[in-house]
């Protein structure tokens, strides 16, 4: 079992910056793949990006992609999700998930239990 907990998520103006953090327990972080998504009201759950267990490659949806910055620190078993140019489409409920695959493909084994993310207009 992995246990994943995030934190930062909070309200921001259009065009902030937030950086939210996702911190695990339980089984050894750096065997597994990190990834964000979000759900937004009324919508299905989305991917936002992913980094492979030892930070050396991230992927990005097209629409995060040069906005937001996915890291870890496998020393202190967290994974972070640099966010910046904030938009309001960005308000959703944040997840972060492991992958037991080395690369994060596939479906995602764990689960956290996400943080609100508001960006007003």
């Known amino acids: 079992q992995v246990q994943l907990v995030e934190s930062g998520g909070g309200l921001v103006q259009a065009g902030g910056s937030l950086r939210l953090s996702c911190a695990a327990s339980?089984?050894?972080?750096?065997?597994?793949?990190m990834g964000w998504f979000r759900q937004a009201p009324g919508k299905k759950r989305e991917f936002v990006a992913r980094?492979?267990?030892?930070?050396?490659?991230?992927y990005y949806v097209d629409f995060v992609r040069g906005r937001f910055t996915i890291s870890r620190d496998n020393a202190k078993n967290t994974v972070y999700l640099q966010m910046n140019s904030l938009k309001p489409e960005d308000t959703a409920v944040y997840y972060c998930?492991?992958?037991?695959?080395?690369?994060?493909?596939?479906?995602?084994?764990?689960w956290g239990q996400g943080t609100q993310v508001t960006v007003s207009s």
């Open positions: 980094i492979s267990f030892n930070g050396g490659r991230t």
């Open positions: 339980g089984r050894t972080f750096s065997n597994y793949a």
């Open positions: 998930a492991a992958n037991s695959d080395a690369y994060g493909l596939g479906l995602y084994d764990y």
